[in-house]
């Protein structure tokens, strides 16, 4: 079974307005959890790391302001996509698991801002 | 610049045959490396690993080979199935819990 759920799957917003999406571990404490996005054809690109009771750090060129990370509890991670522009459509993962482990995925979500 | 690449971006197989997809990293400290299955619209999920200490991994239909000098780590599957039709993906990793990816590659199985 999944041992990350992601929240929602796919969502469709309009231009302008915040989108919310949670990244849950199952069964075990995300200290650290990871925030992906791919665009089509093209790898996962890391663009966060989410650290439970501290600042996440952000990959170059992502703005942190823009995608906004919680993670307030060793089983909850939030991603908010502040201000959504229809550039920001794409397929956002979330991956969490064991250090020195395989990472475990969220089903990931779709967003598209119209 | 991309440390772990997969340059096919696609491969047919006949069903029964072998797929045998490729990846390529660049930083040499890297030590362990998984392979990812994913289908359109889905989350990755894990297929395979092979750590830096050995150089074959296998686990039923897949086989993963890891050569350190060349730098180069493969995925074997055999025989290839129709359901095993999705793009798959390398990653590698160094110390702590960073990965990094390939761009993956389309596997299509023909029955």
């Known amino acids: 079974g999944a041992v990350v759920s992601q929240h929602p799957s796919r969502v469709i917003c309009k231009s302008g307005t915040s989108v919310k999406i949670e990244c849950r571990s199952l069964?075990?404490?995300?200290?650290?959890m990871f925030w992906y996005r791919q665009f089509p054809k093209q790898s996962l690109m890391l663009m966060a790391t989410?650290?439970?009771?501290?600042?996440?750090?952000?990959e170059q060129g992502v703005e942190k302001d823009k995608f906004l990370i919680n993670h307030a509890s060793l089983t909850l991670s939030t991603l908010t996509v502040t201000s959504a522009h229809p550039e920001d459509s794409s397929f956002y993962i979330c991956?969490?698991?064991?250090?020195?482990?395989?990472?475990?995925f969220g089903n990931g979500t779709r967003l598209t801002v119209t | 610049d991309q440390q772990v690449k997969q340059n096919s971006p696609s491969l047919s197989v006949q069903e029964g045959r072998i797929s045998i997809l490729n990846c390529d990293y660049t930083?040499?400290?890297?030590?362990?490396f998984l392979w990812y299955k994913k289908y359109p619209a889905e989350g990755p999920t894990f297929l395979i690993s092979?750590?830096?200490?050995?150089d074959k991994n296998e686990d039923g239909r897949f086989t993963v080979f890891l050569n350190k000098s060349a730098k180069h780590l493969s995925l074997h599957i055999v025989p290839s199935q129709p359901g095993d039709s999705a793009v798959y993906f390398c990653?590698?990793?160094?110390?702590?819990?960073?990965?990094?990816f390939g761009t993956g590659t389309s596997l299509t199985v023909i029955p």
């Open positions: 069964d075990f404490q995300a200290t650290t």
């Open positions: 990653a590698a990793s160094g110390s702590g819990n960073q990965f990094y």
């Open positions: 991956s969490s698991g064991l250090t020195n482990s395989p990472l475990h």
């Open positions: 930083n040499s400290m890297f030590d362990y």
């Open positions: 989410s650290n439970e009771g501290s600042k996440a750090t952000y």
């Open positions: 092979i750590s830096s200490i050995k």
